[in-house]
């Protein structure tokens, strides 16, 4: 299976080669130039087995280059091993009648980044090995909260690796800013950086394609990846969990083989819904993908208007994960949509990098809304939500979890459709745990790990104990820089000593 960027159709490269440049050098994501189908048969037969060898399966269809042993090893040091606390490891929970939570938490950072970013490590370096010859990889983040600390922790110690995270300095919780400040391992960096998501994003995408780091990276035999999700090594392992919940309904006989389910994602890059979007794809029954915002709604806008448009307020909320205006997988389906139409893409982008905003023709955007049902709410509606939830289920979600558990009751509202749904439940709510705290006690104090302890009193749930002993860890990483591109080099290359 060969891939391609979407803003450059002429280039075909192989899975490998994709995962190790993480981004296209025009500017442009890679994508498969195919997708394979599966039959409801290989569903039925996935249902038998565990994760580790649903995962097998799926992943073996799109890395072709990597041979079946390989894959497999790696599968089972990324899921097995006690890495995940659950058995399941993505297991699926009823919460009331057919309302699902898929629980993509139970890793070791106790968010769904862990999904991706305990495989990518794996697939990266089997990559470099087919594609680099003796050079060590530098992977460069930009986080919202959770990808930074999860790709620290999957990267830690890796030989030939070295991974330097940027985080916006307003924007993480004081929970993933000590999870990430903490981090140990001996090729790991973290900085802040002046700004939202946005901003660092921005910066390391302008890092990424600079002239005179490039340059500098080639006199030192380093090169340049990345653990966003823009990297299809990060979008690939996420595509088999809507599987293995598919299976796990099938399992519990909630529904039958072939039966439809709606599958709600908490959005922010939009790549956990792309990947939800691959499966469907793939041969999925899937009826609606409900993409679900907070007030950062330019997804919801998108999707009811067929009008991409970035210049608004930018709300920093309590579910920060989400907190992004540009949300890079979109390209990955605007390019499938226009049927793979280069130019196209390279219009609608460089119209969204000069004004900031793009429109996609009618019959594109009657494609989005055929697939995707659009919503959003406000933090006091999460919060409330919060609440309800765990008072009428008992079932404790977190911030980014009840933005979806809103915007699922109001399209239930709205549609009247009872369809079978799955939630995509993303963090644990103990990495959130001052607003969830608030939203259950209508108050909490200002310090997160008094409230952590709070939270599992008040509710007899115990927090993952990577969360509660953060507190006793040593802060390694206090640095801050701008956000421009000369004071984003200067501490790449002060972290690796170039
Ligand atoms: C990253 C993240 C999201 C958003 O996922 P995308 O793939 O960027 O859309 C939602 N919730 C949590 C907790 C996250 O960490």
Known sequence: MDYTSTRDTKKRITS????????????????????????????????????????????????????????SDYVDNAYGNGKFSSAAVAPVVNIHDNVNILELWHGPTCAFKDMALQLLPYLLKGSAKRTLKNKDIVILVATSGDTGKAALE???????????????????????????????GSNV??????????????????????????????????VFSSANSINW?????????YFSAYCDLLNKDQISLGEKINIVVPTGNFGNILAANYAVR????????ICASNSNNVLTDFINTGVYDRNRKFYSTISPSMDILISSNLERLIFTLY???????RKLYSSLKETGKFAVSDEVHKAVADRFYGGFCSDDETMATIKETYDKFGYLADTHTSVAIKVLNDYVKKTGDDTPVVIASTASPFKFCT??????????????????????KLTGIKAPTQLSSLKDKPIRFNINCGNDIDSMRKVVFGMLKI
């Open 233 to 241: 090594g990060r979008l690939v392992p996420q595509i088999v969990y």
């Open 282 to 289: 793939m041969g999925l029954p899937v009826n609606k993908l």
């Open 16 to 71: 490998a080669e994709a995962i190790t440049r993480g981004i296209s050098s025009d500017g442009g994501l890679f994508v498969p130039t195919s997708v394979p189908t599966v039959s409801l048969q290989f569903i039925d037969d996935l249902k038998e087995l565990g994760y580790q060898d649903r995962a097998k399966k799926i992943l073996g269809l799109y890395l072709e280059d990597f041979d079946e042993d390989e894959l």
């Open 339 to 345: 049927g793979g139409d280069d130019e196209e893409v």
């Open 189 to 222: 960096g973290v900085c802040s950086v002046n700004g939202n998501f946005d901003d660092a994003q921005t910066g390391v995408k302008a890092i990424f394609t600079d002239e005179e780091t490039k340059k500098v990276f080639d006199e030192n035999n380093l």
């Open 154 to 184: 999957g990267f830690k110690d890796v030989d030939g690796t070295k991974i330097l995270v940027f985080y916006p300095n307003s924007g993480v919780s004081p929970m993933q800013q000590r999870q990430m400040q903490t981090q140990e």
């Open 435 to 456: 607003s969830v705290m608030t939203a259950l006690n209508g108050h909490a104090g200002s310090d997160d790990f008094e409230n952590l302890s709070e939270l599992e």
